[in-house]
């Protein structure tokens, strides 16, 4: 780590999370209000309505996989032209043969990055002044643009709405400083050692949330609730093999939307099987809160019914719901600092009540 860079330490009220067996019954959908009747009567056509949306989904996500599609850059994806199609075949076929996706080390946790990435899943390092205000200024004429098109809301904004996708080609000014910041403050070799391989930067994605963003709080709309779960929006990303870094380019306190992680949450044992019905739901519109969605997942057979946006639909009474708020470290931190994490691992965006969050997040592969 070059001078000036300094870790960010969980406080000692966060209680990492041991290592847990996921289940289907972890998550008790017969006994929440907003599952329970869906579940008791589930209609013919919406179980042959679910079963074909499940396999499309099933068939897309097994081919994403094998080619790595998430570790194909956007400037790569995004090229329709035939010059760019034919790169994007090539970059599949070499993911596809570049053999296994993540090596697991099984190793202690030493005071090292590496170690607080293998025993927490996650590390954060804060910037010196001027590395951030670099990186600041490169980044400046997107989040003009991603500000001019968020526009006003009628406090019904999605989260995609909040976010922008950055080309290496148009911005490759903001890419050197984000590689350099990531080279400098040691998380690019962190997370080289836990991937298992060398580590690169795939996407780039400016960020911006405020008040108005309403897709974290916007659940069951058909079911009167007092209060959100405390594990709302809590989730395991439907993605393969990826880290992610989360710049925060504005100071985040309590109220602000800090990004947090549940601290030991990367080392959860899920089979293949079971990770893939998750991410399966979460890609194709069941696994969201809405009537329709409720209806439909519920009437997939119960191995099918998992999903790795599992925080909203866990009762205050949920023995999983205990031990993630017991590990969820809400990471407040200055402007500049890097939060470099495990997506397989419980966490959840940042959910903004005063003022403005603005982010940078960033895909590792």
Request: a positive charge; aromatic letters at 6%.
């Amino acid at each position: 780590m070059s001078p000036g860079y300094a870790i960010v330490e969980p406080g000692p009220d966060v209680r990492p999370m041991d290592e847990i067996q996921w289940s289907p019954d972890l998550v008790r959908y017969e006994a929440h209000d907003a599952y329970r009747d869906f579940l008791a009567r589930p209609a013919l056509g919406a179980r042959i309505k679910a079963s074909v949306i499940f396999t499309a989904a099933l068939a897309k996500l097994l081919l994403k996989r094998v080619i790595r599609y998430e570790m194909i850059p956007y400037d790569v994806r995004d090229d329709r032209s035939p010059r760019g199609r034919l790169r994007f075949v090539g970059a599949a076929l070499s993911n596809a043969t570049a053999g296994a996706m993540r090596k697991r080390h099984a190793t202690a946790a030493p005071a090292s990055a590496a170690g607080a990435m293998d025993s927490l899943g996650c590390m954060v390092v804060t910037m010196p002044p001027a590395k951030t205000a670099t990186l600041e200024e490169a980044a400046a004429p997107l989040f003009e643009e991603l500000a001019a098109r968020r526009g006003q809301s009628n406090g019904k904004r999605e989260f995609e709405e909040s976010r922008a996708q950055a080309s290496r080609a148009r911005a490759r000014t903001l890419f050197d400083a984000i590689e350099t910041a990531l080279q400098e403050s040691g998380v690019m070799a962190a997370s080289g050692a836990y991937l298992g391989r060398p580590a690169r930067l795939i996407d780039v994605n400016p960020q911006i949330n405020d008040v108005s963003d309403s897709f974290w709080r916007d659940i069951f709309p058909d079911v009167a609730a007092d209060q959100l779960p405390a594990t709302a929006y809590c989730h395991r990303d439907a993605s393969g093999g990826d880290l992610k870094a989360i710049i925060y380019l504005s100071d985040v306190g309590e109220r602000n939307g800090p990004f947090s992680y549940v601290l030991g949450s990367n080392r959860m044992r899920i089979s293949r099987v079971d990770d893939l019905i998750c991410e399966t739901n979460d890609s194709n519109g069941l696994g969201a809160t809405d009537p329709v969605a409720r209806e439909r997942f519920a009437a997939l057979p119960k191995k099918l019914r998992q999903k790795g946006a599992f925080g909203n639909d866990l009762t205050p009474a949920s023995p999983l719901s205990e031990r993630i708020n017991a590990g969820l470290w809400a990471i407040k931190a200055p402007k500049g600092s890097i939060v470099l994490f495990d997506t397989k691992g419980i966490h959840r965006g940042g959910m903004v009540v005063e003022g403005e969050r603005r982010v940078i997040t960033c895909v590792i592969g």
